[in-house]
């Protein structure tokens, strides 16, 4: 009987603009089933794709003093079985959660992995809602926007896998809630799917003092702005906030294709504000890591008992994962982008 095959992709080439499949390699070879102690050999079933992933490809300092390394696995955080297990507390069969990279398996100690319940919640949140995008939603929103009932809360990227949740959670804290997103179909969704106060279509506007009047004529100034996009979008947003407004930097995912290292549009500061995390505020999920047990406790019963909305886009193929990538900066997708191996 033939050996399993062990795919991966390697990252071979740093994009300039778009990325695709011509900055990789698919590389096969026969899996290797050696464990040391404390090891598990992991079959990946899904991977999570997600923006930070493109950030990581600039060539100058980001959140991380060097880029990804050239020559080496794409990192990604993903889902997986246990095939074989040398660590206590994991045996053949369980689910795991862990930065298995974009392979179809993956050897890797037991203390970088976390055990799921499949019964608790379906395996895919541990890559959205209860997991990295969830994480960074409800800290950033609690910790650095400090919603206050009341207040008007603007979310740019609002059907993304983050900004759609902290829409909802905002709506939890008791304030008005205005989205922006890309299409009439997406901003009936946020209406009408995660009850947003208004949804407003930035592909409708021209410039960002049109998109700034139709902000203005519909929620009036801004308390908190959660900033998932960046470039005219932001510039339309800013110059509406009311005194004291809090303005988190979650992403800026217009400058990531083209844009990275020489940002086109403004506020040309922005991404800046992101890496150094500073005031206005800059929020990384890493920052609130140690924290994850906390956020589980709030927000795993509110998704145990569907009172939090998920969606999941959900592509097929492990040949596909490239692609993925660049899907996120087209706008086809809603919600958590995820790859099934």
């Not at 404390?38 to 959140?63: C, H």
């Not at 990227?157 to 205005?178: E, N, T």
């Not at 692609?323 to 191996?341: C, I, P, Q, W, Y």
Request: proline letters at 5%.
């Amino acid at each position: 009987m033939a050996a399993e095959l062990h795919r991966q992709w390697i990252y071979r080439r740093q994009p300039e603009g778009v990325v695709g499949p011509e900055h990789y390699e698919l590389a096969e070879r026969p899996l290797d089933t050696s464990l040391s102690a404390g090891e598990v050999l992991v079959r990946t079933r899904i991977v999570s794709v997600d923006p930070y992933m493109r950030i990581n490809q600039s060539a100058k300092p980001t959140f991380n003093p060097e880029p990804h390394p050239l020559g080496t696995v794409q990192a990604a955080g993903a889902v997986g079985q246990v095939m074989a297990s040398a660590a206590p507390g994991l045996a053949e069969g369980d689910w795991v959660e862990g930065m298995l990279g974009w392979q179809t398996h993956a050897r890797m100690h037991a203390s970088l992995l976390r055990k799921l319940d499949p019964a608790a919640a379906p395996v895919s949140t541990a890559l959205g809602v209860l997991g990295m995008p969830g994480r960074t939603a409800w800290f950033g929103l609690t910790e650095a926007g400090r919603p206050r009932a009341g207040e008007v809360v603007v979310v740019s990227g609002a059907a993304g896998a983050v900004g759609s949740l902290v829409a909802q959670f905002a709506k939890r804290h008791g304030c008005r809630v205005l989205g922006i997103a890309g299409g009439a179909a997406k901003c009936a969704w946020l209406r009408e799917a995660l009850g947003l106060d208004w949804a407003i279509d930035y592909k409708a506007y021209r410039t960002a003092d049109e998109l700034g009047a139709a902000i203005r004529a519909a929620a009036g100034g801004v308390d908190v702005y959660f900033d998932n996009v960046g470039g005219w979008i932001s510039d339309a947003v800013i110059p509406l906030i009311n005194r004291r407004a809090r303005i988190v930097i979650c992403g800026s995912i217009s400058q990531y294709s083209g844009g990275l290292d020489t940002p086109e549009l403004g506020p040309r500061f922005l991404h800046h504000m992101l890496y150094q995390r500073a005031t206005l505020q800059g929020i990384l999920a890493r920052d609130y890591l140690h924290r994850m047990d906390e956020m589980l406790a709030i927000v795993g019963p509110w998704v145990a008992r569907r009172e939090i909305v998920f969606e999941e886009t959900v592509l097929q193929g492990f040949d596909r994962l490239p692609a993925a990538l660049n899907a996120l900066f087209t706008g086809d997708h809603r919600g958590k982008l995820l790859v099934e191996v």
